[in-house]
C-alpha cells in the first residue's frame, strides 16, 4: 500500500487523560449539522467491569450504536475485543464509504489495527476514493502508525483547534487550494 503527500490522513495523537472520543465526537456533530457527510465510528465506552459491558462505538452519520465486547467470559476475564464483531463493522463501514462521504473517521489505531486487522483496511479504501480519514492514535501506538502510514499523514495535537485547521486546508475552497500549500507544507 502507497500513500501520497495530500495529508488527507490525520492522526489526532492523545495520551492518557485526553479524551479524542468526546472531541472527534463533537466534531463529527458539527461537520453533520453543517451539512458535511461524516461516516464512520467513534468509541463510545471503556467499561467492562459491569454485567453489560460498555465498550462499543457509535456510527456515523446514522448513530447506531455497535458493542465490541466479547460475551464469553464474565467479568474476571476483563474486557476483550470480539473479532468477529469487529469484522462485521469493517464490513459494514466499507459499503458506507463507498456510498460516498465528506470523511471517515476511524475510532482507534489499536492493537487490532497495528497488526493489520479490525478497521485499517478502512484507511487505504477512504484515501483510494479521494476521502479525508480523521483517526485517533494513542501516543504509544504512533510509531506503529508511522509505519503504517509511510510517514505520510498530518499528526494533530487533542485539542478541537487542530482539527478545525486541519478540516479547513483539506476542504478549504478549490480557488484557494490550488495556490495554497498542503497542510503538510504549512506545517513544516
Known amino acids: 500500500m502507497t500513500f501520497d503527500a495530500q495529508c488527507d490522513l490525520a492522526a489526532v495523537v ?3 487523560g485526553e479524551d479524542p472520543d468526546g472531541l472527534i465526537a463533537g466534531f463529527a456533530d458539527d461537520l453533520h449539522r453543517a451539512g458535511h457527510r461524516p461516516v464512520g465510528v467513534v468509541q463510545r465506552g471503556r467499561s467492562c467491569h459491569s454485567e453489560k459491558p460498555q ?3 457509535v456510527m456515523l452519520p446514522d448513530g447506531e450504536v455497535v458493542g465490541l465486547a466479547s460475551n464469553g467470559g464474565g467479568p474476571t476475564v476483563g474486557c476483550r475485543l470480539d ?3 469487529l ?3 469493517a464490513v459494514r463501514l466499507a459499503a458506507v464509504i463507498e456510498d460516498g462521504a465528506d470523511l471517515v ?3 482507534r489505531f489499536g492493537r487490532s489495527e497495528a497488526e493489520g486487522k479490525g478497521l485499517i483496511d478502512l484507511v487505504p479504501l477512504a484515501l483510494d476514493a479521494d476521502i479525508p480519514v480523521l483517526i485517533a492514535v494513542p501516543e504509544q501506538r504512533f510509531a506503529a502508525w508511522i509505519q503504517f502510514s509511510e510517514g505520510m499523514n498530518v499528526r494533530l495535537a487533542c485539542r478541537r ?3 478545525d485547521r486541519w478540516w479547513h486546508t483539506v476542504t ?3 480557488r484557494e487550494r490550488s495556490g495554497a500549500a498542503t497542510f503538510c507544507e504549512f506545517a513544516k
Open 161 to 163: 483547534e487542530a482539527i
Open 14 to 16: 492523545y495520551s492518557a
Open 83 to 85: 473479532p468477529e464483531r
Open 87 to 89: 469484522a462485521g463493522l
Open 105 to 107: 473517521i476511524i475510532n
Open 172 to 174: 478549504g475552497p478549490p
Open 55 to 57: 465498550f462499543g462505538v
